[in-house]
Structure formats: structure tokens, C-alpha cells
Nanobody, 123 residues
Framework: QVQLVESGGGLVQAGGSLRLSCAAS????????MGWFRQAPGKEREFVAA????????DYADSVKGRFTISRDNAKNTVSLQMNSLKPEDTAVYSC????????????????WGQGTQVTVSS
């Protein structure tokens, strides 16, 4: 089992940048595929980005491709989401998630979730 705690959210103007971090507990962090998801008010949660156990394989939603970068540091048990060129439509609660069940990187089926961090982008 793994516990996840996000940080780094806040208020930023359109065009600005934020870096979200997710700290994971446990000694088997490197065995988990990690993902970032977001949920805006009145909308369903949506996939943002994912990274495989061994850094090198990443996946991004079309809406963030080229603006967001996911990375991980297995030595520090952290996964990060660098968000650049932010838009008002990026406003949401961002959550990190983990799974060790999947052999391939995927956009669904995550088992462990953090509590989320608010990102607000003003126009």
C-alpha cells in the first residue's frame, strides 16, 4: 500500500507556471505507475498525465501535451507535474494516483489516491 500527499497548488495568472509534487510513502514506490488527474467544479475527473515505473515512458492528455511535463524521482519517492503556459481551463483540483497492478501504462484503474491540491488560473 502507498499513501500519497500532493503539494504545490495555488493561484496563478494565465500564461504562468506551477509545479506540483506528490510524495509517496512506502519502500516500493518504484514498482508503481504514477498518474496525475484533475477535476474541475461540476465536471468528471479526467486524466492528465502518467509515468511508468522506470522513468522513460510517459503519456499525456491532448489538452496538456506540450505544456505539462511529468517526472519522477524513485530515490526520493516523488512524482512531479511541471505545468507551463497555464490556461483558465486548467483550473481544477489535481490529484496524484498510483497503481502496481498494471503491466503497461494506462489512463485508468489507479488504486491509490492523494487528497488533491487546488490549482486556480486567473484570466
Amino acid at each position: 500500500q502507498v499513501q500519497l500527499v500532493e503539494s504545490g497548488g495555488g493561484l496563478v495568472q494565465a500564461g504562468g507556471s506551477l509545479r506540483l509534487s506528490c510524495a509517496a510513502s512506502g519502500r516500493t514506490f518504484s514498482s508503481y505507475n504514477m498518474g496525475w488527474f484533475r477535476q474541475a467544479p461540476g465536471k468528471e475527473r479526467e486524466f492528465v498525465a502518467a509515468i511508468s515505473r522506470s522513468p522513460g515512458i510517459t503519456d499525456y492528455a491532448d489538452s496538456v501535451k506540450g505544456r505539462f511535463t511529468i517526472s519522477r524521482d524513485n530515490a526520493k519517492n516523488t512524482v512531479s507535474l511541471q505545468m507551463n503556459s497555464l490556461k483558465p481551463e486548467d483550473t481544477a483540483v489535481y490529484s496524484c494516483a498510483a497503481t502496481n497492478r498494471a503491466l503497461v501504462l494506462r489512463r485508468y484503474g489507479y488504486d491509490y489516491w492523494g487528497q488533491g491540491t487546488q490549482v486556480t488560473v486567473s484570466s
